[in-house]
């Protein structure tokens, strides 16, 4: 199957900093990539939706200038969590759509981020 | 509202064969999925059901009733490795992933 790489896997910062996690489809265009949180025991929680080349379509309570999505190319995403705080601590999962709304979603392997 | 509901937790036996059922309600249906996550690690897809009746794919299988808007996974000769958490999800209207809340899955000696 297709592959989706994230980078960092793992990130721990000081309260107040800046992180920007890179979500890559390596072997196919993604014209959608989604950005999912998952706390602890909980079910992954769809943050926002990008598509190449416009602006991020967030969900509700999802705070569009804390978490800026960049979506430039059809085989990279961003997501920047500005002043992270120690609450923002969470799992941040990344998946990637090719083939138009019908297609298959790959899920990337998540990145911890760890506010302290 | 759209929701999915799934146990959240079953317990079996390394050997045996265990069920976990998902019914849901949302906008729109466009097949029903199910993933593995083992514990800090993403989910990986397992199977996908666009029309009634099982999918076999190996040790797993999947089944969907359109009609009962339900749905499940069974797993056959379960491994010690099958320990993780299962997720339905299914695509809405709008072509979104809409995700249970998930299922742990316990395998004991």
């Known amino acids: 199957g297709a592959v989706v790489s994230q980078h960092p896997s793992r990130v721990i910062c000081k309260s107040g900093t800046s992180v920007k996690i890179e979500c890559r489809s390596l072997d196919f265009q993604a014209t959608t990539m989604f950005w999912y949180r998952q706390f602890p025991k909980q079910s992954l929680m769809l943050m926002a939706t990008?598509?190449?080349?416009?602006?991020?379509?967030?969900e509700q309570g999802v705070e569009k200038d804390k978490f800026l999505i960049n979506h430039a190319s059809l085989t990279l995403s961003t997501l920047t969590v500005t002043s992270a705080h120690p609450e923002d601590s969470s799992f941040y999962i990344c998946?990637?759509?090719?083939?138009?709304?019908?297609?298959?979603?790959?899920f990337g392997p998540g990145t911890r981020l760890t506010v302290l | 509202g759209q929701s999915l509901e799934q146990p959240s937790e079953v317990t079996a036996v390394e050997g045996a064969i265990v069920q976990i059922n998902c019914t849901y309600q949302?906008?729109?249906?466009?097949?029903l999925s199910w993933y593995q996550q083992h514990d800090g690690g993403a989910p990986t897809f397992l199977s996908y059901?666009?029309l009634d009746g099982l999918e076999e794919t190996g040790r797993f299988s999947s089944f969907l009733s359109r009609s009962d808007s339900y749905g499940y996974l069974l797993l056959q000769e379960l491994q010690m490795k099958d320990s993780a958490s299962y997720f339905c999800?299914?695509?809405?209207?709008?072509?979104?992933?809409?995700w249970g809340a998930g299922t742990k899955l316990i395998i004991k000696p």
């Open positions: 949302t906008s729109g249906f466009y097949g």
């Open positions: 998946s990637a759509r090719s083939g138009g709304a019908k297609g298959e979603q790959f």
């Open positions: 999800a299914v695509r809405d209207s709008n072509y979104q992933l809409i």
């Open positions: 059901n666009a």
């Open positions: 990008s598509n190449e080349g416009s602006k991020a379509t967030y």
